[in-house]
Protein backbone atom coordinates (compact mmCIF):
# COMPACT_ATOMS: atom_id res chain seq x y z
CA UNK A 1 0.00 0.00 0.00
CA UNK A 2 0.70 3.50 -0.31
CA UNK A 3 3.32 4.93 2.11
CA UNK A 4 2.81 7.77 4.92
CA UNK A 5 5.27 9.24 6.66
CA UNK A 6 4.55 11.12 10.02
CA UNK A 7 7.03 12.14 12.39
CA UNK A 8 8.56 12.87 14.90
CA UNK A 9 7.08 9.34 16.42
CA UNK A 10 7.17 10.76 19.99
CA UNK A 11 8.03 14.53 21.20
CA UNK A 12 8.24 15.52 24.36
CA UNK A 13 8.51 19.67 25.20
CA UNK A 14 7.73 22.30 28.02
CA UNK A 15 4.32 23.86 28.62
CA UNK A 16 4.29 27.22 26.69
CA UNK A 17 6.18 26.03 23.87
CA UNK A 18 5.04 25.01 20.13
CA UNK A 19 5.17 21.72 18.30
CA UNK A 20 4.73 20.80 14.60
CA UNK A 21 4.07 17.38 13.69
CA UNK A 22 4.83 16.46 9.45
CA UNK A 23 2.69 14.20 7.67
CA UNK A 24 4.07 13.10 4.07
CA UNK A 25 2.64 11.30 1.65
CA UNK A 26 5.62 9.40 -0.23
CA UNK A 27 4.32 7.58 -3.23
CA UNK A 28 0.98 9.46 -4.29
CA UNK A 29 -0.69 12.80 -4.00
CA UNK A 30 -2.84 13.36 -1.34
CA UNK A 31 -5.45 15.71 -1.68
CA UNK A 32 -7.08 15.94 1.26
CA UNK A 33 -4.99 15.02 4.44
CA UNK A 34 -6.86 14.55 8.07
CA UNK A 35 -5.56 15.07 11.29
CA UNK A 36 -6.68 12.63 14.30
CA UNK A 37 -6.17 12.79 17.88
CA UNK A 38 -6.22 9.27 20.25
CA UNK A 39 -6.91 8.98 23.89
CA UNK A 40 -5.82 6.13 25.44
CA UNK A 41 -8.14 2.54 24.72
CA UNK A 42 -9.95 4.39 22.84
CA UNK A 43 -10.73 5.40 19.10
CA UNK A 44 -9.75 8.20 16.49
CA UNK A 45 -11.26 11.56 17.23
CA UNK A 46 -10.96 13.70 13.91
CA UNK A 47 -9.43 16.97 14.51
CA UNK A 48 -9.90 18.47 11.12
CA UNK A 49 -9.71 17.92 7.03
CA UNK A 50 -7.44 19.46 5.01
CA UNK A 51 -7.69 19.85 1.22
CA UNK A 52 -4.32 20.81 -0.89
CA UNK A 53 -4.34 24.76 -0.81
CA UNK A 54 -6.63 25.69 0.75
CA UNK A 55 -7.63 26.18 4.80
CA UNK A 56 -8.79 23.25 6.84
CA UNK A 57 -11.76 22.58 8.12
CA UNK A 58 -11.71 22.05 11.75
CA UNK A 59 -14.12 19.68 13.87
CA UNK A 60 -16.44 21.04 16.38
CA UNK A 61 -14.44 21.66 19.75
CA UNK A 62 -10.99 21.85 18.20
CA UNK A 63 -9.42 25.41 18.55
CA UNK A 64 -8.30 26.55 14.83
CA UNK A 65 -6.02 28.64 16.98
CA UNK A 66 -4.69 26.18 19.11
CA UNK A 67 -3.93 23.19 16.62
CA UNK A 68 -2.67 25.02 12.92
CA UNK A 69 -2.72 23.01 10.27
CA UNK A 70 -1.13 24.02 6.85
CA UNK A 71 -1.67 21.85 3.79
CA UNK A 72 0.15 23.47 1.37
CA UNK A 73 1.43 20.77 -1.26
CA UNK A 74 -0.35 17.68 -2.30
CA UNK A 75 2.62 15.59 -0.96
CA UNK A 76 2.78 17.35 2.57
CA UNK A 77 0.93 18.99 5.70
CA UNK A 78 1.93 20.11 9.11
CA UNK A 79 -0.28 20.08 12.41
CA UNK A 80 1.36 22.69 15.22
CA UNK A 81 0.24 22.62 18.94
CA UNK A 82 0.96 26.35 19.40
CA UNK A 83 1.22 27.04 23.28
CA UNK A 84 1.13 23.22 24.58
CA UNK A 85 -0.26 22.56 27.85
CA UNK A 86 0.25 18.99 29.41
CA UNK A 87 -3.62 18.45 28.32
CA UNK A 88 -2.77 18.39 24.85
CA UNK A 89 -0.39 14.97 25.87
CA UNK A 90 -1.96 12.70 23.14
CA UNK A 91 -1.51 10.40 20.15
CA UNK A 92 -1.71 12.31 17.28
CA UNK A 93 -2.43 10.75 13.95
CA UNK A 94 -2.42 11.74 10.14
CA UNK A 95 -4.20 10.31 7.05
CA UNK A 96 -3.84 10.91 3.88
CA UNK A 97 -6.44 10.32 1.50
CA UNK A 98 -5.43 10.41 -2.92
CA UNK A 99 -8.03 11.46 -5.30
CA UNK A 100 -9.47 7.93 -5.63
CA UNK A 101 -7.62 5.79 -2.62
CA UNK A 102 -8.38 4.49 0.55
CA UNK A 103 -6.98 6.78 3.66
CA UNK A 104 -3.39 5.69 4.66
CA UNK A 105 -2.10 6.64 8.01
CA UNK A 106 1.24 7.50 9.36
CA UNK A 107 3.23 6.14 12.53
CA UNK A 108 1.43 8.64 14.73
CA UNK A 109 2.87 11.09 17.22
CA UNK A 110 3.18 10.84 20.78
CA UNK A 111 3.08 14.13 22.16
CA UNK A 112 3.94 14.47 26.06
CA UNK A 113 3.74 18.10 27.40
CA UNK A 114 5.59 18.33 30.50
CA UNK B 1 -17.23 12.01 14.77
CA UNK B 2 -18.32 8.82 16.33
CA UNK B 3 -20.99 6.84 14.50
CA UNK B 4 -20.11 3.33 14.52
CA UNK B 5 -20.70 0.57 17.63
CA UNK B 6 -18.25 -2.11 17.69
CA UNK B 7 -19.01 -5.46 19.35
CA UNK B 8 -17.13 -6.87 21.21
CA UNK B 9 -15.37 -4.30 22.94
CA UNK B 10 -12.56 -6.70 23.70
CA UNK B 11 -12.23 -10.27 22.84
CA UNK B 12 -9.94 -12.85 24.42
CA UNK B 13 -9.36 -16.08 22.39
CA UNK B 14 -6.76 -19.25 22.04
CA UNK B 15 -4.36 -19.31 19.03
CA UNK B 16 -6.09 -21.12 16.10
CA UNK B 17 -9.67 -19.82 17.00
CA UNK B 18 -11.40 -17.98 14.88
CA UNK B 19 -12.56 -14.39 15.94
CA UNK B 20 -15.29 -12.36 14.82
CA UNK B 21 -15.87 -8.65 15.57
CA UNK B 22 -19.18 -6.98 14.42
CA UNK B 23 -19.24 -3.17 13.42
CA UNK B 24 -22.81 -1.20 13.23
CA UNK B 25 -22.93 2.44 11.57
CA UNK B 26 -25.91 4.59 11.10
CA UNK B 27 -26.26 6.72 8.08
CA UNK B 28 -25.80 5.66 4.17
CA UNK B 29 -22.15 5.09 3.10
CA UNK B 30 -19.99 4.78 -0.18
CA UNK B 31 -17.84 1.74 1.57
CA UNK B 32 -16.59 0.66 5.31
CA UNK B 33 -13.19 0.02 5.79
CA UNK B 34 -11.44 -2.25 8.15
CA UNK B 35 -8.49 -1.25 10.25
CA UNK B 36 -5.85 -2.57 12.48
CA UNK B 37 -3.59 -0.92 15.18
CA UNK B 38 -1.21 -2.30 17.08
CA UNK B 39 -0.83 -0.34 21.05
CA UNK B 40 0.49 3.19 20.38
CA UNK B 41 1.12 3.02 16.45
CA UNK B 42 -0.38 4.07 13.40
CA UNK B 43 -3.34 2.53 11.63
CA UNK B 44 -3.07 -0.68 9.18
CA UNK B 45 -5.63 -0.78 6.35
CA UNK B 46 -6.98 -4.76 6.11
CA UNK B 47 -9.84 -4.01 3.76
CA UNK B 48 -12.17 -2.15 2.35
CA UNK B 49 -15.85 -3.77 1.09
CA UNK B 50 -17.91 -1.07 -1.05
CA UNK B 51 -22.05 -0.71 -1.01
CA UNK B 52 -22.85 -2.72 -3.39
CA UNK B 53 -20.37 -5.44 -2.07
CA UNK B 54 -21.84 -8.09 0.09
CA UNK B 55 -18.48 -9.89 1.31
CA UNK B 56 -14.78 -9.85 0.88
CA UNK B 57 -11.77 -11.63 1.33
CA UNK B 58 -8.00 -11.04 2.27
CA UNK B 59 -5.95 -14.25 3.05
CA UNK B 60 -7.54 -14.89 6.78
CA UNK B 61 -9.75 -11.91 6.48
CA UNK B 62 -13.08 -12.53 5.68
CA UNK B 63 -15.78 -9.10 5.85
CA UNK B 64 -19.07 -9.40 5.33
CA UNK B 65 -21.40 -6.47 4.81
CA UNK B 66 -25.41 -6.06 5.40
CA UNK B 67 -26.47 -2.63 4.09
CA UNK B 68 -30.45 -3.07 5.36
CA UNK B 69 -28.73 -3.95 8.74
CA UNK B 70 -26.03 -0.90 8.62
CA UNK B 71 -23.67 -4.02 9.74
CA UNK B 72 -20.53 -5.85 9.22
CA UNK B 73 -18.46 -8.12 10.31
CA UNK B 74 -14.50 -8.92 10.44
CA UNK B 75 -14.05 -12.61 10.83
CA UNK B 76 -10.32 -13.80 11.59
CA UNK B 77 -9.75 -17.50 10.59
CA UNK B 78 -7.07 -19.65 12.50
CA UNK B 79 -5.92 -16.87 14.98
CA UNK B 80 -2.26 -16.05 15.43
CA UNK B 81 -0.49 -14.67 18.62
CA UNK B 82 0.46 -11.60 15.99
CA UNK B 83 -2.97 -10.92 15.57
CA UNK B 84 -3.28 -9.39 19.14
CA UNK B 85 -4.23 -5.85 18.43
CA UNK B 86 -7.00 -3.15 18.30
CA UNK B 87 -9.50 -2.94 15.17
CA UNK B 88 -11.64 -0.14 13.91
CA UNK B 89 -14.39 -0.42 11.52
CA UNK B 90 -14.26 3.22 9.11
CA UNK B 91 -17.12 4.49 7.18
CA UNK B 92 -17.00 6.78 4.08
CA UNK B 93 -20.33 8.12 3.60
CA UNK B 94 -22.05 8.58 0.39
CA UNK B 95 -21.29 11.75 -1.54
CA UNK B 96 -18.50 13.79 -1.64
CA UNK B 97 -17.77 13.87 1.91
CA UNK B 98 -14.02 12.37 2.26
CA UNK B 99 -14.57 11.81 6.04
CA UNK B 100 -14.31 8.65 7.43
CA UNK B 101 -16.45 7.70 10.55
CA UNK B 102 -15.13 5.48 12.98
CA UNK B 103 -16.22 2.76 15.52
CA UNK B 104 -14.50 2.50 18.92
CA UNK B 105 -13.08 -0.55 18.23
CA UNK B 106 -12.44 -3.96 19.15
CA UNK B 107 -9.17 -5.53 21.27
CA UNK B 108 -8.30 -8.33 20.75
CA UNK B 109 -5.87 -10.79 22.67
CA UNK B 110 -5.01 -14.18 20.78
CA UNK B 111 -3.40 -15.95 23.37
CA UNK B 112 -0.74 -18.54 22.29
Known amino acids: GAVVSQHPSWVICKSGTSVKIECRSL??????MFWYRQFPKQSLMLMAT?????????EQGVEKDKFLINHASLTLSTLTVTSAHPEDSSFYIC??????????FGQGTRLTVV | SQQGEEDPQALSIQEGENATMNCSYK?????LQWYRQNSGRGLVHLIL???NEREKHSGRLRVTLDTSKKSSSLLITASRAADTASYFC????????????WGLGTSLAVNP
Open chain 2, 90 to 101: ATRGAGNNRKLI
Open chain 1, 27 to 32: DFQATT
Open chain 1, 50 to 58: SNEGSKATY
Open chain 2, 49 to 51: IRS
Open chain 1, 95 to 104: SAMGQNTEAF
Open chain 2, 27 to 31: TSINN
